[in-house]
């Protein structure tokens, strides 16, 4: 079973409107931890934003929050007032347990969003 | 600060050929690990390292190997290259995850090919 499912292949969306990309993940351990990445065209792997599993809130990184749903597994990526610039590919990731030997992170396979002008 | 950097940022092999990305960080990260990317794929994780002297399998290993005789340094080592190789590789560190998110940084990446 994967672990990260991204189920959404490619997405649009006019400038300056909100969009949510879906991940959901899979896992047995009550520690964990979320991360979203953006790639864009350039091909650099840039850190977005990270939720805990025991943190209470909603994580937020200015335009960006993460709307994290534990008991349905998801941990949905937001983007505010998208912008031209905001055209990349997007990874949900996770990281099972909260230390020791788990540090390693697994990918979902990559949402593609367009912006439109 | 450098980050992580990878080189070379570009090759082009020939099936059975050998050749060494190399990878070094300058952030003092305990943790460094390989990737490679794929269309449509997302990463997957080939070899990493929580410390110099230690490595350890990720989920596609076949056909690489690591070494860290240093905290800097990971390179990794394709040998007999393969057409299946053709891919981008990613290099990315990270440092531990006490007090921290455990969050990876990347290099920029090296795209491999295999002809």
């Known amino acids: 079973a994967q672990k ?11 400038e300056k409107e909100a969009v949510t990309l ?9 520690s964990y931890g979320l991360f979203w990445y953006k790639q864009p065209s350039s091909g650099e792997m840039i850190f977005l934003i990270y939720q805990g599993s025991y943190d209470q809130q909603n994580a937020t990184e200015g335009r960006y929050s993460l709307n994290f749903q534990k008991a349905r597994k998801s941990a949905n990526l937001v983007i505010s007032a998208s912008q031209l610039g905001d055209s ?11 230390g020791g030997s788990n540090y390693k992170l697994t990918f979902g396979k990559g949402t593609l969003l367009t912006v439109n002008p | 600060n450098a980050g992580v950097t990878q ?14 990305l190399q990878c070094a960080q300058d952030m003092n990260h ?11 794929m997302g990463l997957k994780l080939i070899y990493y390292s929580v ?5 350890d399998k990720g989920e596609v290993p076949n056909g690489y190997n690591v070494s860290r005789s240093t905290t800097e340094d990971f390179p990794l080592r394709l040998e007999l290259a393969a057409p299946s190789q053709t891919s ?3 290099c990315a560190s990270s440092y531990s995850l006490l007090g921290g998110t455990g969050e990876l940084f990347f290099g920029e990446g090296s795209r491999l090919t295999v002809l």
């Open chain 2, 7 to 20: 080189t070379p940022k570009f090759r082009i092999l020939k099936i059975g050929q050998s050749m060494t």
């Open chain 2, 51 to 55: 410390g110099a002297g230690i490595t």
């Open chain 1, 88 to 98: 990349a590919m997007y990874f949900c990731a996770m990281r099972e347990g909260s």
């Open chain 2, 30 to 40: 305990n943790y460094m690990y390989w990737y490679r990317q794929d269309p449509g």
């Open chain 1, 4 to 14: 990260i499912t991204q189920t959404q292949p490619g997405m649009f969306v006019q």
């Open chain 1, 22 to 30: 879906d991940c959901t993940y899979d896992t047995s351990d009550p």
């Open chain 2, 88 to 90: 981008v590789y990613f």
